[in-house]
């Protein structure tokens, strides 16, 4: 049975309505990708917006980072499995699988990744953005110094807050707009 057949809830603007640069992000999406992906279309409903979470969303997941790519995917793979969101499930279960090279860790982290063979580090992450995620103000000195035992910075300690908050976010709005992922993300990197 096919996902429905919408991207949000709200009317989107035709894409061709944009503004240059957003349509030359978009096109370049559809070239390196082979799709847009569909959060990037739902906030054409915001076009300044947009140009912010474009910006943000790069800077957080693909810039240099003590934590490596796969690490922030887990990430939000984590948070979302926690907060029940089926985009960022769905996109960033595809991200993990990819990224690793390995389709049953993306299952396994979609539906518990206390299941998966991760590494002492990895696991002290997810655990530490669980609970940020589940019960955010028991976060305490020792949490963070458990990050600090596996071998996490304190930058990389930002990041992973940093991580966990946006997908916390994307989740939220990904929720109360009923967001679609891409129907290609479930064929992708299996």
């Known amino acids: 049975m096919p996902q429905p057949d919408h991207i949000v809830r709200i009317p989107l603007p035709a894409q061709d309505s ?26 054409t409903a915001r076009p300044a917006k947009l140009r912010h979470f474009i910006s943000y969303y790069n800077e957080l997941m693909l810039a240099e980072s003590g934590l490596s790519k796969l690490e922030r995917e887990m990430i939000a793979v984590a948070v979302s499995s926690h907060n029940r969101c089926y ?33 002492p580090r990895q696991r002290t992450m997810l655990d530490f953005a669980w609970k940020l995620t589940s019960d955010p103000q028991s976060i305490q000195e020792p949490d963070r110094e458990q990050l600090r035992k596996v071998g996490f910075s304190d930058s990389d300690i930002f990041d992973i807050c940093d991580v966990t908050a946006f997908f ?17 993300y479930h064929a992708m990197s299996r």
């Open 18 to 43: 944009l503004d240059e640069d957003l349509k030359k992000y978009l096109g370049k999406c559809q070239e390196k990708l082979g799709l847009v992906p569909y959060v990037l279309q739902a906030y």
């Open 168 to 184: 916390n976010y994307t989740n939220r709005m990904a929720h109360g707009l009923d967001m679609m992922p891409n129907p290609d």
């Open 87 to 119: 985009y960022c499930l769905v996109a960033h279960g595809q991200a993990v699988r990819q990224l690793s090279g390995d389709p049953q860790l993306g299952e396994m982290m979609v539906m518990n990744y206390r299941v998966a063979e991760l590494s």
